[in-house]
């Protein structure tokens, strides 16, 4: 072969060998649709306000808006992406105007793709999400997934919510009642999850705590028959009789929603789960306070609460009341203590003995009255003498006949019926 056909033939393989390599080049060239997700080079950021990247394989250039750039808050582009950074995004659109690249492209909705498909897997699983509340609705809480999910406000707790404010910023476990990521629909439940824990809790307070002990709670709830009081882990309840030592009529003339207070532990129910408490057996009984403040022969306020037959009962300090017999109401006779008094009645009463031992008090309304003077009995008239009978001397009968005379006879018959 002559030097010449050997050129030749070396000037044929490089024309193949170029024209392959652009075959080669041409093939690896990513053609680009809406809906890839490809792998792009941060080559700017514009102003803070979008990103320029080269979509790699491609040999085109695309942008992502700021709002496209992740699911989660940031104040600046740089908190999430920096050039030169290689970032998996999604093409959303096609742009007829080139300038700014050939393809709008979004980080976030690939992340949130990714959060969908992470949240259903979880759902088919029976498995919970942990996430921030984002911020507080009139229908209840917004939670940020990286997606948004809704917590109705029925589903908030196991237990009637007013206001919703301290939820804000409180991460939290829920659980996925129902989602459809094509409508961005996304429903979390909180309640079943505190109903678990608060049943755990009191389980374990119930087994821990004992009779007689003295807790200190916050009044929950109000009711006509008592008050609820949260302890932490369980709500005991206070019965009505058991709040003061003095008849209480209304739990809220007593207490407050919110109030701290001292109670001391009555019962454990294990089996209902319930804590009966009191908070009247944490303060002095009003006796012992009696004993303290007053002595025999004070002088006492007080209110004729009852009235019997043989007296009347005076309250002269919360919880105390005493005894005015019905021979200590007045200085006069009288049939009843009704004669007297009647109940709700204002008196001022005397002390004549206090038995604290026996919750006994004996008092006088009497003995603060002036006795009324004693009357005199009349004085007798002396009683009249006899007037001496004047010797009549009688005139002698005309006949001479004395008058022993005349009824000498008459007298002797007498004498004679007499033996």
Known sequence: MTELENNAQLEQQEIGSETQTMEDALEQVQEIS????????????????QVIVGIIGSGVEGVVPRNELSATSFDSIT??????????????????DKENGSFTLSRKRLESKKVWDEIQTKFENGETVTAPVKDVVKGGLVV???VRGFVPASMVANYYVDDFSSYKGQELEFKIIEIEPSENRLILSRKELAEAEQAE??????QEVEEGSILEGTVARLTNFGAFIDLGSVDGLVHISQIAHHHVKNPADELTIGDKVQVKVLAIDLERGR????????????????????SVDDVLAGTVKRLT?????????????????ISQISHDHIATPNDKLKEGQ????????IKPEDQRLS???KALEEKPAEEKPAASKPKKQAKPQKQVEMPEDESGFTLGDLLGDQLANFANEDN
């Open 34 to 49: 809406i809906g890839d997700v490809v792998m792009g080079e941060v080559l700017s950021i514009q102003d803070d306000n």
């Open 79 to 96: 908190d999430i992406v920096t050039e030169g950074d290689e970032v998996e995004l999604v093409v959303i659109k096609s742009n007829k």
């Open 144 to 146: 940020d997934l990286g």
């Open 201 to 206: 809790k009191r389980n374990e307070f119930l």
């Open 275 to 294: 804590v009966s408490l009191s908070i009247k057996e944490t303060q002095a009984g009003p006796w012992e306070a009696l004993v303290e403040e007053v």
């Open 309 to 325: 037959a043989f007296g009347a009962f005076v309250e002269v300090r919360p919880g105390v009341e005493g005894l005015v017999h």
């Open 346 to 353: 204002e008196v001022q009463v005397k002390v004549l003995d």
């Open 363 to 365: 008092l006088s309304i």
